[in-house]
């Protein structure tokens, strides 16, 4: 049977269960926290919460996660090997770059047609995360990880773009691009991606559940993507309520097999600095990943979705999206 790479191996991909397909463990700067975050980030304790946060959703029934978090995000996958060798829940994680515009300089100077001209070192850099694992840790990425923002993409994340699409055509990853929901711009990811020949049933559109419009949620699923309905909890950005009732209405109109389901949450992210508890607890408290399970699952239910479709979004779409392509890498 065929797996899928997580952070303590392959798993089969009949395994994977209910499946939450965008949260992270830690969005973590690791430049800011050794020079800032000294009065707010206790290694230890964060290991234990996420420990204690991944075991409490296993006990509701969520069997894995999928992490997009990549460089720009702060990835740092001896930490997460920790987490994972305490909890049964999959981990699956990324590869690729988080950034909304600029290029890091680490790429500027080094590409085709740049000062050092050689082939596209991101392509070389994700491919290796996929095929030979992430930085000597052994830990394959199993999905690669791209920013398109805005509608009209900067010429640093249209690079980032490509490479991912690149990546994509020579290994058989499949790729999550985080969007705007309501800036639509999942059209230009949808663009840039038929451009490059990536297979658009291995894309998912990140925060489309951001927006409730119809219309441009039936077009992108009707081209062929995944629809990321996986902001659960962040209100601030489309209320509980809403997102619900859209994906009710998409259900009811056979595109349950178009989407999937997350929050984005995780069990800390340094936005917020030390004021990281209050500010989750006052103004997003149900931006965590049992909200899903405790509150969205049935209001799915109430709202006309039936046990078949959820199961569709939460355990066959995660399965499809990881099946390698036919004759694939
Ligand atoms: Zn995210």
């Given at each position: 049977m065929a797996v899928v790479e997580t952070v303590r191996g392959p798993v089969d991909?009949?395994?994977?269960?209910?499946?939450?397909?965008h949260e992270h463990v830690f969005v973590l700067s690791t430049e800011h926290v050794q020079n800032y975050g000294s009065d707010w980030w206790d290694e230890e304790a964060m290991v234990a919460r996420a420990i204690d946060k991944l075991n409490a959703v296993y006990a509701k029934g969520i069997h894995t996660i999928v992490d997009p978090t990549v460089w720009g995000l702060g990835r740092y996958i001896p930490r997460i090997q920790r987490i994972a060798a305490e909890t049964p829940v999959n981990i699956v994680v990324a590869t690729g770059l988080y950034a909304f515009e600029e290029l890091p300089h680490q790429y500027?100077?080094?590409?085709?047609?740049?000062?050092?001209?050689?082939?596209?070192p991101m392509v070389a850099d994700f491919a290796r995360d996929i095929t030979e694992g992430i930085a000597g840790t052994g830990v394959k990425a199993a999905f690669l990880k791209c920013c398109v923002?805005?509608?009209?993409?900067p010429p640093g994340a249209e690079r980032i773009a490509r490479a991912v699409a690149r990546t994509h055509v020579e290994t058989g990853a499949p790729i999550t691009v985080h969007t705007s929901g309501p800036e639509q711009s999942g059209r230009t990811a949808v663009r840039i991606f038929r451009e490059e020949g990536v297979?658009?049933?291995?894309?998912v559109i990140g925060h489309?559940?951001?927006?409730?419009?119809l219309d441009y949620l039936t077009e992108l699923a009707d081209a062929g993507v995944t629809l990321g309905?996986?902001?659960?909890?962040?209100d601030l950005f489309n209320p509980t309520a809403e997102r619900v009732t859209t994906i009710a209405t998409l259900a009811s109109r056979g595109y349950a097999a178009s989407m999937v389901l997350a929050h984005?949450?995780?069990?800390?992210?340094?936005?917020?600095?030390?004021a990281h508890d209050d500010v989750r607890a006052t103004v997003?408290?149900?931006?965590?990943?049992e909200h899903i399970t405790d509150d969205v699952l049935p209001a799915l239910l109430a709202a006309g979705v039936t046990q078949a479709q959820i199961d569709t979004m939460m355990v066959e779409n995660p399965v499809k999206y990881f099946t390698p392509a036919k004759g694939g890498a």
């Amino acid at each position: 049977m065929a797996v899928v790479e997580t952070v303590r191996g392959p798993v089969d991909l009949g395994n994977l269960g209910q499946t939450l397909m965008h949260e992270h463990v830690f969005v973590l700067s690791t430049e800011h926290v050794q020079n800032y975050g000294s009065d707010w980030w206790d290694e230890e304790a964060m290991v234990a919460r996420a420990i204690d946060k991944l075991n409490a959703v296993y006990a509701k029934g969520i069997h894995t996660i999928v992490d997009p978090t990549v460089w720009g995000l702060g990835r740092y996958i001896p930490r997460i090997q920790r987490i994972a060798a305490e909890t049964p829940v999959n981990i699956v994680v990324a590869t690729g770059l988080y950034a909304f515009e600029e290029l890091p300089h680490q790429y500027e100077y080094r590409g085709p047609g740049l000062p050092l001209d050689i082939p596209e070192p991101m392509v070389a850099d994700f491919a290796r995360d996929i095929t030979e694992g992430i930085a000597g840790t052994g830990v394959k990425a199993a999905f690669l990880k791209c920013c398109v923002a805005t509608p009209e993409l900067p010429p640093g994340a249209e690079r980032i773009a490509r490479a991912v699409a690149r990546t994509h055509v020579e290994t058989g990853a499949p790729i999550t691009v985080h969007t705007s929901g309501p800036e639509q711009s999942g059209r230009t990811a949808v663009r840039i991606f038929r451009e490059e020949g990536v297979d658009l049933a291995k894309v998912v559109i990140g925060h489309a559940g951001d927006t409730n419009d119809l219309d441009y949620l039936t077009e992108l699923a009707d081209a062929g993507v995944t629809l990321g309905m996986d902001r659960f909890g962040l209100d601030l950005f489309n209320p509980t309520a809403e997102r619900v009732t859209t994906i009710a209405t998409l259900a009811s109109r056979g595109y349950a097999a178009s989407m999937v389901l997350a929050h984005d949450a995780n069990c800390f992210i340094d936005y917020f600095g030390g004021a990281h508890d209050d500010v989750r607890a006052t103004v997003m408290p149900n931006w965590h990943y049992e909200h899903i399970t405790d509150d969205v699952l049935p209001a799915l239910l109430a709202a006309g979705v039936t046990q078949a479709q959820i199961d569709t979004m939460m355990v066959e779409n995660p399965v499809k999206y990881f099946t390698p392509a036919k004759g694939g890498a």
